[in-house]
């Protein structure tokens, strides 16, 4: 996979990953990514949400994405994101791969109990 093409298939999974976060967010008195204002100095800044005047929580967001190419005995194609080390598949390759990280946070505001 060329890098434009890696590219353009991660930022829009990000993209359709945060628009479904948000419908449920919504429904659970909770913002995804809202429109902010910022408060303090240039030493003690944080983001507010404009409207609820809430703070923001940052989730961050560090996930490793392996690109296998070779010849696999095991049907299937697709992309997959999975934690490492969990649920290992045993299949008999001759292959290479390389591990690309792709970093970035989301701010949300959570739900307030009164």
Known sequence: MKLQEFLSETLKEIVAGVKES???????GAKVN??????????????IDSRTNQPFCNVEFDVAVTSTEGSV???????F??????????????????VSRIKFSVPIV???QF
Not at 22 to 28: I, L, P
């Open 110 to 112: 959570l739900p307030i």
């Open 81 to 98: 994101v999975a934690a490492i080390g969990i649920g290992a598949k045993k299949t008999s390759d001759t292959s290479s791969s390389s």
């Open 73 to 79: 005995k095991e049907g299937g194609a697709g992309v």
């Open 22 to 28: 948000q419908e449920y967010a919504d429904s659970q």
């Open 34 to 47: 809202p429109q902010a204002l910022y408060r303090g100095d240039s030493k003690t800044m944080f983001m």
